[in-house]
Structure formats: structure tokens, C-alpha cells
């Protein structure tokens, strides 16, 4: 009877014990993709971890109880979960840790117990790690760009999965909706970008010829051009004929008026005697 009520109170007390492990809350925090411009204010150890890997998780949540005392943020990234904030880091293997001061990234590549993690904090010896280029870090518009491919990436697993599991749509008929979605939208860009280069670099035949600079001209246009140039030249010609004669007949007139007389003396008279 004594034995049974022991193993009754063991029981009960690994029972409490055991609700009180579930029941507290873990030190790390865990990131999502809404969390990204958090991620950029105050120092942060980020782990990137996928479901599959739990080796390093003893150490990190032991390191992340003293979180608090190194004023410092540990947290972790599920990259099967969370494709939009994990698509902003280089990721060769998992799990990886990234080191973030105030926005600026670098790539922890220390050891993996929690002494290792207190001492790169407390003794900063993140300081002499060269911080992730500018071209490749989580803030790049590469970088960004990846992210925004990523999720675009989640959006269409959700897609096929709900026509798949909630419409009931076989798996080729999910493909099928993709493609046609594919060939539609493709299709609206290549017009709207057709639409936009031809306001902002209309084509050369919606615009007028610039005479007379223009080489390619219908017959009927060139044999007009040439008339209305022969008639201007005839133009031209009657009118420097009309100068010309106006100014020959002034000069005729006052000709006789500037041309002086020379006094013609009389003959000497013979004197007869």
C-alpha cells in the first residue's frame, strides 16, 4: 500500500514537472516575414533552422536564457515556413547564424556550444568579421528581389494545394490553371509594355517626314517636291531679273546729267593784214 502511494506521488510530480517544461516559454524568438524592419534595430543572433534540424537547438535556446544579460535578441528562422525573410540571406547549409548590429549582417562561422555564442558576444567578436557586401546583403535590392521570388514561390504551393485538397481539381488541372494564368498575364505585360514604349518612343512612321531632310519619298512626292523647287528657283530668277533692271533704268536716266560738257574754244581768226 506504501509502495502504491510512492509511485502515485512519482507519478504525479513528473506529471507537474512535465506540464511545467510545456508550459514555459521559450527564450527564442521565433521571426516571421512581417518581422523584417525589427530584425534591422538593436543587436540580433538569427538563426536559420528547418524543422529537420535539431542538434544545435539545446545550445541555442541554453545561450538564448542569457539573452537578456548580453542585451542581445536570439532568435531563428523557420526557412520552410518563412521563404520571404530567408530568401533575404545566403544560405549554403543549415542551420546558418547570422550576426545583425544595427542593421549590418555578418555570417557567424564559430563554434556551436553556448560558451561560443556568450563569447562572440560579450567580448564582440563579431568586430573582426568583414560585414556581408552591400551588393549581396539582407537590405540589396538583389536580395529583395530574391525574397519577393520566394514568396511568390509560397503563394503558388498555397494555390495548389487549396485546388487540389479544397476544389478537388486534379493535380494536371492545377497545372493546367498555372499555365493558362502564365500565358494571361504574360501576354497583359508584353502588351502594356508595348503600349509604353510606343508613347515614349513613337514609331517613325506615325511621324512627319522633316522636309527636305527626308531620303525616302513616293515617287508622286518627290516629283512635286521638284516642281514647287523649280518653280521657287523660276521665282527667284524673275525676281533678281526685275532688281536688276530696275536698277539699269535709274542709271540711264541721270547718265546724261554726268557727263559734263567740255567748253569747246573758237578757232583763231587769221588776221588778214
Known amino acids: 500500500m ?26 527564442v524568438k521565433v521571426l516571421s516575414d512581417g518581422m523584417w524592419q525589427e530584425l534591422l534595430q538593436g543587436e540580433w543572433m538569427v538563426e536559420l533552422w528547418c524543422p529537420a534540424c535539431q542538434s544545435l537547438q539545446p545550445e541555442w535556446e541554453k545561450f538564448a536564457e542569457w539573452g537578456e544579460d548580453l542585451e542581445v535578441n536570439v532568435a531563428k ?15 549554403t547549409a543549415l542551420p546558418t547564424i547570422y550576426h545583425c ?3 549590418e549582417f555578418r555570417r ?19 568586430k573582426s568579421i568583414e560585414p556581408v557586401s552591400s551588393w549581396f546583403g539582407p537590405s540589396s535590392f538583389l536580395m529583395s528581389s530574391m525574397s ?12 495548389h494545394g487549396y485546388l487540389t485538397e479544397s476544389v478537388g ?3 494536371w488541372g492545377s497545372y493546367a490553371v498555372f499555365v493558362l494564368a502564365t500565358l494571361f498575364s504574360g501576354l497583359t505585360l508584353g502588351l502594356v509594355m508595348v503600349f509604353l514604349a510606343d508613347c515614349i ?18 515617287p508622286e512626292s518627290a516629283q512635286l517636291l521638284k516642281k514647287l523647287d523649280e518653280e521657287q528657283e523660276a521665282d527667284k530668277e524673275d525676281i533678281s531679273d526685275d532688281e536688276t533692271e530696275g536698277k539699269e533704268v535709274p542709271s ?9 560738257q567740255r567748253p569747246v574754244n573758237p578757232a583763231p581768226t587769221m588776221d588778214n593784214s
Not at 109 to 117: A, E, L, S, V
Request: hydrophobic content about 35%.
Open 2 to 27: 506504501v509502495a502504491g502511494g510512492q509511485r502515485c506521488a512519482l507519478l504525479c510530480l513528473a506529471l507537474a514537472a512535465g506540464s511545467a517544461a510545456l508550459g514555459k516559454r521559450s527564450p
Open 169 to 171: 481539381l486534379p493535380v
Open 148 to 159: 519577393a521570388l520566394f514568396q511568390l514561390s509560397m503563394w503558388i504551393r498555397h494555390c
Open 108 to 126: 557567424y562561422q564559430g563554434g556551436r556550444t553556448k560558451t561560443d555564442f556568450i563569447n562572440f558576444i560579450s567580448d564582440q567578436e563579431w
Open 252 to 260: 540711264r536716266n541721270s547718265s546724261p546729267s554726268a557727263v559734263r
Open 77 to 91: 528562422v523557420d526557412v520552410t515556413e518563412q521563404p520571404g525573410l530567408s530568401g533575404r540571406f545566403i544560405i
Open 201 to 218: 518612343c513613337p514609331s517613325k512612321r506615325h511621324r512627319p517626314p522633316p522636309y527636305p531632310y527626308s531620303r525616302k519619298l513616293a
Open 101 to 103: 548590429k544595427d542593421g
